[in-house]
């Protein structure tokens, strides 16, 4: 049978593949879309919108235990997890509906099976029946995603011993819960599982948690959860860990004290490993580094025609991050002007409560480069609309430089902070000043209001601080 010809094959799509479909295809580019699994990938399907969905749950039910705090009694509180678990499900089916929409309007067409790369522009598609076909293509851009990094020796059973992606059908609330890693991932399980009543137990090598932050967000949250009675141990690791029946048990090593851990749950939260496996890259010669795929600013590899976009492509595993490589590939691979990805001013953002979320440089890296700057730091109890919302914890830090006052890193932790980190992205994509900012008038009550008098203060302009 002779080969099918497709013009633009995107392999896997995740956020980073369907949103480089829907840009080539804006372009004029004839786009096929080869998915293994399901639509939207492991971002809508496995991981950002369902545990965003449960962590709406947590919040709604943290916030009736408060209720009488704003006048309302409530009586009894209780939770049905399976419930809880099937609206997160549901949520996910829907979004990932919704991609196969936006393939059918952008006539980006969808091929289901796997994928393997060979030379010559060649792509070989088997289906779930076992039959394969092999078509030609001019251009490719792989985003094949990322799955759960293993712990070493440990099976995972969905069970007991769970990754991220299994706790998310978990309808079996665990009495004791051992989380491994606390970097976004198993900081938003521990907001989850400590919300309804589990007995949560963070581990992290660091020597804090969510180790990318700032030290100062970082060690206030760590006193936060401690406060809701989760036990968190930095500087630590963790060292035979086995299950026994539906007993997990584990040894933390610090660097001075060690513990033995029981309990009925455990959750591997320690990084990913790209699916780079099995797909030819070898075959043509796709250069790599640490298995992830070696691309430049253009998410161009060193093979012509060949792309990589997202977690495949090293760096944050993050789904924003994988949708703009996307649409930079999109546009270069379809002769649109060159814009090179900018990794320096990504946002992070961590959904538990409260939330953290930031963009540039940490206090941290700022003094490791060297660089003059000026700390504001306003804490949201100076803030009309967080009294009022009842929402008082946590603060705006902004770094700017000490000659001009651009603005180096913003760094958020409050209930809304993940929706406030947007305004410093843009200041800071143009290179932006802090002074524009503050003579930006911003609405009143508002939350945004705190980055506003964070970059006032760094300029020594305080008004209600």
Request: aromatic share 6%; with cysteine.
């Amino acid at each position: 049978m002779a080969n099918q010809s497709r013009d633009l094959i995107i392999l896997g799509s995740g956020p980073g593949g369907y949103v480089a479909a829907i840009r080539a295809a804006q372009l004029g580019r004839q786009v096929a879309i080869v998915e293994r699994e399901a639509l939207g990938g492991v971002c809508l399907n496995w991981g950002c919108i369902p545990s965003k969905a449960l962590l709406r749950s947590a919040q709604l039910y943290n916030d009736m235990k408060h209720a009488s705090e704003f006048g309302f009694e409530t009586g009894k509180l209780g939770f049905d997890l399976g419930k809880i678990v099937t609206r997160s499900r549901d949520v996910a089916n829907k979004l990932s509906g919704g991609v196969s929409y936006l393939m059918r309007k952008n006539k980006v067409e969808v091929i289901s099976g796997n994928g393997v790369i060979e030379k010559g522009n060649k792509l070989v598609v088997t289906d779930s029946s076992k039959k394969s076909t092999t078509y030609d293509f001019k251009d490719i851009i792989i985003a094949t995603g990322a799955r759960p990094r293993p712990f070493p020796g440990v099976d995972v059973d969905g069970e007991v011993i769970h990754t991220s992606r299994t706790i998310l059908e978990n309808k079996r609330l665990p009495q004791k819960l051992l989380i491994i890693g606390a970097g976004a991932i198993g900081i938003e399980f521990a907001y989850f599982f400590n919300s309804l009543g589990v007995q949560v137990t963070v581990v992290e090598m660091a020597d804090q948690i969510l180790p990318v932050e700032d030290t100062e967000v970082a060690q206030t949250l760590e006193k936060i959860f401690a406060k809701k009675g989760m036990t968190i141990r930095t500087g630590t690791g963790v060292q035979n860990l086995k299950k026994s029946g539906s007993v997990v048990s584990a040894t933390l090593k610090g660097k001075t004290s060690e513990e033995q851990w029981s309990g009925d749950a455990c959750l591997i939260a320690i990084g990913i490993l790209p699916n780079t496996e099995n797909i030819g890259l070898e075959k043509v010669g796709i250069e790599m580094n640490r298995g992830f795929i070696k691309v430049n600013e253009f998410m161009q590899t060193n093979v012509p025609h060949h792309y990589a976009i997202g977690d495949v492509a090293g760096g944050a595993a993050l789904a924003h991050k994988a949708s703009h490589e996307g649409i930079v590939a999109a546009e270069v691979v379809s002769g649109k002007s060159k814009h090179p990805m900018r990794y320096d001013n990504i946002p992070g953002c961590t959904y538990c409560q409260p939330q953290v979320a930031s963009v540039g440089l940490t206090e941290r890296a700022a003094k490791e480069k060297g660089i003059k700057y000026r700390v504001g730091k306003i804490p949201f109890s100076a803030i009309g609309k967080a009294i009022a919302i009842g929402e008082q914890d946590g603060f705006v830090k902004v770094i700017i430089d000490d000659q001009v006052g651009e603005v180096l890193g913003v760094h958020i932790i409050h209930a809304e902070a993940t929706e406030l980190i947007s305004e410093a992205a843009v200041i800071r994509s143009h290179e932006g000043i802090a002074a524009s900012v503050v003579d930006t008038i911003h609405p009143h009550p508002t939350l945004s209001e705190s980055v506003m008098e964070a970059m006032a203060l760094a300029l020594g302009r305080p008004i209600n601080f």
